[in-house]
């Protein structure tokens, strides 16, 4: 496949929104070191409120990091697609037989790409569309799940927010319900008693708040990760895009002038075919409108000729 006007376009890696990913995660790491027991300050903050409800809160950082290695995954899987682009435009084996197994996000890609070059010729407008709708339907697709996950972290925070409110809800209607049994009208014990049992009401407002904590910080920071990945994935595109537009074929000069010059002498053929075509209509014309006005005389003869005897 001719390669001359496709040296211009670069595919630009991953290498930037990955390091961009590490640096975000760098900068919450260096957050919850901060909040946490081990730093220079102590703080029991983030342990606190892990332990409010440990089971949703453990659950909800095990989605996080499970969005945070499958975002990553989505940003380096531009770098292989990148590497095997590279290696076929450089490759000057007929054959292609060194080239690697291409990966999975341009596979159809480099089917189209290798059977185009089997045949000695470019790619076709029809092939360069469907090569750029499967890679972006891969984007797309590949990117719903990160979405998902980000969504989820929110969905699993406000879940702790309305069960921890439940709890403290259903805690305190306990406590007002018992010491309407056991003030015995004294209002010194009943302001004690409800001191004393409003502790363990309390607590689910802990769960709330913690919950909330942890997801709504979860989603935002999967949500910086989603944005680093799909940029990386859409400069692809973008690069893909132009280089493909190198190597389809499109109409030259040379066949667009000889299809002019064909175009203009058949149009003056037609058109002197179609001025013969006048003429003789018109002449067919003429000599019609001469038959019917001989006829017309004819008859008007005729009426006469009979009308003749009796005027006598």
Do not use: C
Not at 68 to 78: D, E, F, G, S, T
Not at 166 to 172: A, F, Y
Not at 197 to 212: D, I, K, R, V, Y
């Amino acid at each position: 496949m001719a390669r001359s006007l496709d040296r211009s376009v670069r595919f630009t890696g991953a290498g930037g929104a990955v390091l961009n990913m590490l640096i975000v995660l760098a900068l919450v790491g260096a957050i919850v070191w901060y909040l946490s027991p081990f730093s220079p300050q102590p703080n029991d903050l983030l342990i606190e409120a892990f332990n409010a409800n440990p089971y949703l809160n453990g659950l909800i950082i095990f989605v996080l990091l499970i969005g945070v290695m499958y975002n990553l995954r989505q940003a380096m899987m531009v770098s292989p697609a990148v590497s095997w682009i590279n290696s076929f435009r450089n490759s000057v084996d007929p054959s292609r037989t060194r080239l690697p197994r291409a990966p999975m996000l341009i596979t159809a890609v480099s089917r189209m790409l290798l059977d185009a070059d089997e045949r000695g010729g470019r790619l076709s407008q029809a092939s360069t569309r469907a090569i750029l709708d499967s890679v972006g339907l891969r984007i797309d697709e590949g990117r719903e799940i990160g979405r998902y996950a980000t969504n989820l972290l929110v969905f699993l925070g406000l879940l702790g927010t309305f069960w921890g409110l439940l709890q403290t809800v259903n805690g305190v209607s306990d406590v007002i319900g018992s010491l309407a049994g056991t003030s015995n009208g004294n209002g010194s014990d009943a302001v004690g008693s409800l001191i004393a049992n409003l502790n363990e009401p309390l607590s689910g407002m802990g769960t709330a708040f913690s919950s909330s904590l942890f997801g709504l910080g979860g989603s935002l920071v999967l949500g910086l990760l989603d944005i680093q990945a799909g940029q990386a994935q859409n400069r692809f595109y973008s690069d893909l895009e132009d280089w493909l537009s190198g190597i389809t074929d499109t109409t030259t000069a040379g066949s667009g002038g000889a299809s002019a010059s064909y175009s203009e002498a058949d149009i003056d053929a037609t058109l002197d075919r179609l001025e013969k075509a006048i003429s003789r209509l018109a002449s067919a014309q003429h000599e019609g409108a001469g038959a019917v006005q001989q006829e017309i005389r004819q008859l008007g003869r005729t009426l006469l000729e009979g009308k003749a005897p009796k005027g006598r």
